[in-house]
């Protein structure tokens, strides 16, 4: 079992920044970490997934522009670095750990363990 521990959320004028972290342990192997986000309301979103090994990425078009998700290998973490931030990113953001490459990746059942999420609130 993989356990995910999120920080980094907060209050931020639009505009401004937030880097968000996801901080793994336990299980070691993981074939790769996506983050997600839900708003009130709303269904939970694929944003971002990172491969562990190749570091290949892949991201939702509403936010590619924007959003940039890397790792550190060697901290078990992996970010999300969100730039230009807009009132409607304001959600609960949350990482998901996958073990296998299972599809549609951007599907929340494909991931297998989750983190208690964090809260990112926009203000206009």
């Known amino acids: 079992q993989v356990q995910l521990i999120e920080s980094g959320g907060g209050l931020v004028q639009a505009g401004g920044s937030l880097r968000l972290s996801c901080a793994a342990s336990?299980?070691?192997?993981?074939?790769?970490m996506g983050w997600f986000r839900q708003a009130p309301g709303k269904e939970r979103e694929f944003l971002a997934r990172?491969?562990?090994?190749?570091?290949?990425?892949d991201y939702a078009d509403s936010v590619k522009a924007r959003f940039t998700i890397s790792r550190d290998n060697a901290k078990n973490t992996v970010y999300l670095q969100m730039n230009n931030l807009k009132p409607e990113d304001t959600a609960v953001y949350y990482c998901?750990?996958?073990?296998?490459?299972?599809?549609?990746?951007?599907?929340?059942?494909?991931?297998?363990?989750w983190g208690q999420g964090t809260q990112v609130t926009v203000s206009s």
């Open positions: 998901a750990a996958q073990s296998a490459p299972v599809s549609p990746y951007t599907s929340r059942s494909a991931y297998d363990a």
């Open positions: 336990g299980r070691t192997f993981r074939y790769a």
């Open positions: 990172i491969r562990w090994s190749a570091g290949t990425t």
